[in-house]
């Protein structure tokens, strides 16, 4: 691979720590015409933190050796309404999703060219490996969980589909965010158990009983919120249901899954949302928060070299956190 070097506004970021995502296994099978103006091959990688090794004319914010996260909306126009709020991950003329290692080329590399300054966000003295996966597993679940506060009040239940790498997160927010009794759901015991460890007040296994223990823990009014971080069929049926009146179901988990949208089956004034991934200023608030070391940030640390024994553990559930890469432990 050749060296980037930075021109206009650019900033070359050496990489500490690049993480692995599910996403990662859907840009390999996109079909070529997808990519258009972005076509293969690139490398993948788009959980990415580092120091400045280089900045191009223009670029007075960051300096030689400043450590960084990078932000993952590279689409992002940088001028509409919602990019000048700092939501620049549901930027107005954004065409696609486009980031790091996601139709540009990402962090499973030494080095990274950052097209603008403005994807950059300064980290401190935070370990950048373990910052790598706070640019899309944390602000992700912090994003979803922030625009549904106010659907979530003391006491109210608010439930967790999936405690992996995104939901181990959502936990934790939710906990540090709300007063709301917290509940987990996954199929794998060590996973509930460490969501008790973050912050789960009750934990069910995935099936199709556990809606039904979320009624009955709540005396039959349902839950608040319900993140659905698998988003699978399956997931998604369990998350209606358990939805209380006025509840709002928020999908970040890319599993390729659908929920019927009917008068009937919908909880009255329910809200079936989206989220994809987060912006800017959310990524600062997730820093921050780990800066202060509110946040517990699991790491499987993998040298470059070993990218594809960290992709197969990851495939075949043997990861404890976020697998990052590490190209200078080569």
């Known amino acids: 691979m050749t060296e980037p070097h930075a021109g206009p506004g650019q900033v070359v970021v050496k990489v500490a720590g690049s993480g692995l995502c599910h996403t990662d296994f859907t840009v390999i099978g996109r079909d070529l015409a997808y990519w258009k103006s972005n076509p293969p091959p690139f490398t993948l990688g788009h959980e990415v933190a580092g120091w400045v090794e280089e900045v191009g004319s223009g670029v007075t914010n960051f300096r030689i050796g400043d450590a960084v996260a990078i932000a993952p909306s590279w689409a992002s126009c940088g001028r509409c309404h919602m990019c000048r709020s700092g939501d620049e991950n549901h930027c107005l003329y954004q065409k696609g999703i486009r980031a790091a290692g996601v139709g540009f080329d990402g962090g499973h590399a030494p080095y990274i060219l950052v097209p603008d300054a403005r994807f950059l966000v300064p980290i401190g003295d935070l370990d950048p490996v373990q910052a790598a996966p706070l640019t899309d597993a944390g602000i992700t679940t912090y994003t979803a969980i922030k625009s549904a506060l106010p659907r979530i009040w003391p006491g109210s239940t608010a439930v967790v589909i999936g405690a992996g790498g995104l939901g181990l997160y959502a936990i ?159």
């Open 172 to 330: 934790q927010f939710l906990r540090l965010l709300t007063g709301a009794r917290i509940v987990a759901v996954d199929s794998s015991d060590a996973r509930l158990k460490l969501a008790r460890e973050l912050g789960a007040d009750d934990v069910f296994a995935g099936g199709p009983d556990a809606a039904k223990q979320i009624r009955e823990l709540t005396g039959g009014i349902g839950a608040a919120f319900v993140l659905d971080c698998v988003g699978v069929d399956a997931t998604l049926a369990t998350g209606v249901t358990a939805l209380s009146w006025g509840g709002r179901l928020t999908m970040v988990g890319a599993g390729g899954g659908s929920a019927p949208f009917d008068f009937f089956q919908m909880p009255p004034g329910a809200e079936l949302t989206t989220s994809l991934n987060g912006g800017n200023i959310a990524l600062q608030e997730v820093i921050g928060l780990a800066a202060l070391g509110q946040l517990k940030i699991l790491v499987d640390r993998y040298p470059l070299s070993a990218a594809q024994q960290a992709y197969e553990d990851f495939e075949h559930g043997r990861l404890v956190g976020r697998a990052v890469l590490m190209p200078g432990q080569d």
